[in-house]
C-alpha cells in the first residue's frame, strides 16, 4: 500500500486487515515509520494479527521501488497516494504540474511495471470525480488522476488486474482535506458532491472489488442539486430526463436581453441597485454566507474572503445570471461590490443595445414591405408620410440621420420635403422601387 502514513492510507489499512483478513502488509510513504502515527498503525495492526513492513520510499522513484520489492511477494496493489496544488489554470506551471503527476503518474506506472509479472489479485489506484467531472482550480490534479482512470482501461486489455476509483470529498480528514476551506466545502456542496463518511467509503470499496469494472465512481452525490443546477453531462442520468432538458436549454439561452428588459422598466436610480443586489447576492453564494448582508459593497472582494478560484466562480455564476461573457479577470479590474456592479449594469445595457436595433430593424422592414404591397390611395398615402416625416423628425432628435446629409437632398430641411422627395429618399435608404 502506498501512501499508508496518510489518512485515507490508515483507514484502508485497518479495513484490509479487520474485513479481508491481510496479514501481511508492506506499507510506504515518503518517511516511512517515522511518519506521524507510523507506530501506533502497525501496532494497532499487528495487534489484530498481521505482520506489517514500512519502508521510506517514494514510489515515483522507479529505482527505489523496485529496491523495496525486490525478493517481496506481492499479491495485491492498493495505492493511495496524492498531492493536491489547486489553482487556476493562469497560474500553473510545468513545476507545479510535476508534483501533482509525480504520485499519480510515475508512481503508477512504476507500480506497474515492477509488479506486471507477480500475478496480482487486484491493482486498485485511487483517483478522482474530479477528472471526471471537473473541479474547479484543479486542472493538473483532474488531468492527473484521468491518466489512472486510462491507464486502468489499458491494463484491463492487456488481461491484468485494474480498478480505478474516483473518489468524491471525504467527510475524514486529512492533508489532502484540512486545507479545504468552508467556501471550497460550500463550492463541492453546489456541485452536487457532498463529503462521504469513512464507513460507507469502505463499504463502496469493498463493492468496487467485487465489480469486474476498470473505472468506477464512488461518490456521495446530491441529486436534488443537480435538479435546481446545470448537471455536469456525466451525471445527467440521475437527473429526470425532463429537469436535464430544461437545464440544457436554460444553459443555451443568455438571459441578457430579459436582465436588460427589467432594468429598462426601472427609474434610472434603481437599476444600478438592482445589479448590486445580484453582486451581493451572488457573491454571499460563493462564499457560503446566508445573507448578503456581509457583502458590503465598498469592501475590497480580496478582504472579503475571496481568491483566484472564487473569483472565477462568482464570474461564472455572474455570467450565468446575466448572459455576458465576463472576463476571468473581472474581480481584479472592478476590486468591490459596488464597482463590480456599475461595470456589470454598463455591460448589459451595451449589450441590450444590438438586440434593441435588431428589434427595430424587423419593425422597419415589416412597414417597407406593407408600403410595396399595399400602398394604394392617394389619401392613404398622405397619412403614411405624415407619420414616417413625424418617425424621422424624432430620430433625427437623437442624432444626425441619413437624410440630413444625403447628397440627394442638397441639404434640404424635412419639413419643407414633398411628399416624392420623402419617398424618394425611402427608397434609397429601404431599396424601395
Excluded at 489512472?148 to 488481461?159: N, Q, T, V
Excluded at 398622405?382 to 416625416?389: A, E, G, M, T, W
Aim: aromatic share 4%.
Amino acid at each position: 500500500m502506498t501512501g499508508a502514513s496518510g489518512a485515507l492510507g490508515g483507514l484502508f489499512a485497518r479495513h484490509l486487515v479487520a474485513e479481508h483478513g491481510v496479514r501481511s502488509l508492506l506499507l510506504l510513504s515518503r518517511r516511512g515509520a517515522d511518519a506521524p502515527g507510523a507506530v501506533e498503525l502497525e501496532a494497532e495492526l499487528a495487534a489484530w494479527g498481521a505482520e506489517v513492513r514500512w519502508a521510506a520510499c517514494d514510489a515515483a522513484d522507479r529505482d527505489a521501488l523496485a529496491e523495496v520489492l525486490s525478493g517481496t511477494p506481492v499479491t495485491a496493489v492498493v495505492h493511495t497516494a496524492g498531492v493536491l496544488d489547486d489553482g487556476v489554470i493562469a497560474t500553473l506551471t510545468p513545476e507545479r504540474m510535476k508534483e501533482v503527476f509525480r504520485p499519480k503518474v510515475d508512481a503508477v506506472l512504476n507500480l506497474h511495471e515492477c509488479t506486471r509479472e507477480m500475478g496480482l489479485t487486484a491493482f486498485v489506484v485511487f483517483s478522482s470525480v474530479a477528472g471526471l467531472v471537473g473541479s474547479a482550480g484543479q486542472a493538473s490534479y483532474a488531468a492527473a488522476n484521468s491518466f489512472l482512470d486510462a491507464f486502468s482501461a489499458h491494463r484491463r486489455r492487456e488481461g491484468l488486474p485494474a480498478t480505478s476509483l474516483a473518489w468524491g470529498v471525504w467527510e475524514q480528514p486529512g492533508a489532502m482535506t484540512d486545507g479545504l476551506a468552508e467556501t471550497d466545502r460550500a463550492r463541492m456542496a453546489r456541485s452536487g458532491v457532498l463529503p462521504l463518511p469513512p464507513e460507507e467509503g469502505t463499504r463502496l470499496f469493498d463493492a468496487a472489488l467485487a465489480s469486474d469494472e476498470a473505472l468506477l465512481a464512488p461518490a456521495r452525490i446530491d441529486t436534488g442539486v443537480l435538479r435546481t443546477g446545470e448537471a455536469p453531462p456525466v451525471l445527467r442520468a440521475l437527473v429526470p430526463a425532463a429537469v436535464a432538458r430544461r437545464t440544457v436549454q436554460a444553459g443555451t439561452a443568455p438571459s441578457t436581453s430579459s436582465l436588460a428588459q427589467r432594468l429598462a422598466g426601472l427609474p434610472e436610480a434603481e437599476r444600478e441597485k438592482t445589479v448590486l443586489d445580484l453582486v451581493r447576492a451572488e457573491a454571499a453564494v460563493v462564499l457560503g454566507h446566508v445573507s448578503d448582508r456581509t457583502v458590503r459593497p465598498e469592501h475590497a472582494f480580496q478582504d472579503l474572503g475571496f481568491d483566484s478560484l472564487t473569483a472565477v466562480e462568482l464570474r461564472n455564476r455572474l455570467n450565468k445570471a446575466t448572459g455576458l461573457r465576463l472576463p476571468a479577470t473581472l474581480l481584479f479590474d472592478h476590486p468591490t461590490p459596488a464597482l463590480l456592479a456599475r461595470h456589470v449594469l454598463t455591460e448589459t445595457a451595451g449589450a441590450g443595445e444590438p438586440a434593441l436595433v435588431d428589434s427595430l430593424l424587423a419593425d422597419l422592414d415589416r412597414v417597407e414591405r406593407e408600403l410595396v404591397t399595399k400602398l394604394a390611395a392617394s389619401e392613404t398615402r398622405d397619412r403614411i408620410v405624415s407619420k414616417l416625416r413625424t418617425v424621422l423628425a424624432i430620430a433625427g432628435e437623437s442624432g444626425k440621420t441619413q437624410v440630413e446629409e444625403d447628397p440627394g437632398t442638397g441639404g434640404s430641411d424635412l419639413e419643407s420635403a414633398t411628399d416624392d422627395e420623402v419617398f424618394d429618399l425611402l427608397g434609397k435608404e429601404f431599396g424601395i422601387s
